[in-house]
T-cell receptor, first 115, second 109 residues
Framework: DVKVTQSSRYLVKRTGEKVFLECVQDMDHENMFWYRQDPGLGLRLIYFSYDVKMKEKGDIPEGYSVSREKKERFSLILESASTNQTSMYLC??????????????FGAGTRLSVL | GQNIDQPTEMTATEGAIVQINCTYQTSGFNGLFWYQQHAGEAPTFLSY??LDGLEEKGRFSSFLSRSKGYSYLLLKELQMKDSASYLC??????????WGAGTKLIIKP
């Protein structure tokens, strides 16, 4: 079974703090993604990566950055957390073999509250 | 713009059948995904359609009409464990997934 592990289920941070969200996958997938999930909205893509040291902006990258130093690990960084970044953050990975039927496998999510 | 529409919430009875609809408008189209997400858990893949027609997988079936920009997920013989949110997502011309907000399905005994 594919396993995508997010380091924290719940986080509470203060406004202005630098926040790191970690994601590790164990299936040697090329592609990794960070989404945020808010009530009444679809998943929104923040950043994605198709290879080590490679990153692409998604739909809502402002206020975020990412790091992919190793194939299995994709980190999301909130440089200076703000209250509007309070959300559920989901990490996903997918194999690069079939670009069309590219099933994404998700972690359980990190619920971040910024106070 | 790109858009996915699906009902916010549906209620059904244990043992019955329910159909969850999804309409999409995307720039290009490379397939339609359905995911299931139980409360507090990760979304998990249910189905993928790229050609018109019905794909059956056990109690779950998914249908696609490309000309109408329409899909549905059909759940038969509903069980209490099917209570979850069902997410529809379309793959656009850049192979990016466009997600709907999800349909919360409530199963009553």
């Amino acid at each position: 079974d594919v396993k995508v592990t997010q380091s924290s289920r719940y986080l509470v941070k203060r406004t202005g703090e630098k926040v790191f969200l970690e994601c590790v996958q164990d299936m040697d997938h090329e592609n990794m993604f960070w989404y945020r999930q808010d009530p009444g909205l679809g998943l929104r893509l923040i950043y994605f990566s198709y290879d080590v040291k490679m990153k692409e902006k998604g739909d809502i990258p402002e206020g975020y950055s990412v790091s992919r130093e190793k194939k299995e690990r994709f980190s999301l960084i909130l440089e200076s957390a703000s209250t509007n970044q309070t959300s559920m953050y989901l990490c996903a990975s997918s194999p690069g073999t079939d670009i069309a039927k590219n099933i994404q496998y998700f972690g359980a999510g990190t619920r971040l509250s910024v106070l | 713009g790109q858009n996915i529409d699906q009902p916010t919430e549906m209620t059904a009875t244990e043992g019955a059948i329910v159909q969850i609809n999804c309409t999409y408008q995307t720039s290009g189209f490379n397939g339609l995904f359905w995911y299931q997400q139980h409360a507090g858990e990760a979304p998990t893949f249910l189905s993928y359609n790229v050609l018109d027609g019905l794909e059956e997988k056990g109690r779950f079936s998914s249908f696609l009409s490309r000309s109408k920009g329409y899909s549905y997920l059909l759940l038969k013989e509903l069980q209490m464990k099917d209570s979850a949110s069902y997410l529809c997502a379309a793959l656009d011309s850049n192979y990016q997934l466009i997600w709907g907000a999800g349909t919360k399905l409530i199963i009553k005994p």
